[in-house]
């Protein structure tokens, strides 16, 4: 059900009826109501903006679980110890 609003009068005390001829008119002054959209360009605009900032955290939260994942390399210090204790 689409919204409908009052430009001229207070959003808090909107009242709204109908007309004889079916157009949805203001209770107070008569004008005929505007009609709200579901979803605003401003709001887009944000969600995009909200996504950009967001993103760059679920990337990075998802390749360290990944690093966790894989094996992990055999210390190379450990490594030389161990070479240099056969050679002794
Ligand atoms: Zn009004």
Not at 2 to 30: E, N
Request: proline share 8%; with cysteine; charged share 15%.
């Amino acid at each position: 059900m689409a919204k409908y609003h009052c430009p001229y009068c207070s959003p808090r005390y909107q009242i709204h009826s109908r007309r004889f001829d079916g157009v949805m008119i203001c209770g107070q002054c008569g004008d005929p109501l505007v009609k709200i959209p579901a979803i605003k360009l401003t709001q887009i605009f944000a969600i995009v903006a909200a996504i950009a900032f967001i993103a760059p955290l679920f990337i990075t939260a998802g390749a360290f679980f990944q690093d966790l994942n894989r094996p992990q390399p055999k210390n190379s210090i450990q490594v030389m110890a161990f070479k240099l204790s056969e050679k002794v």
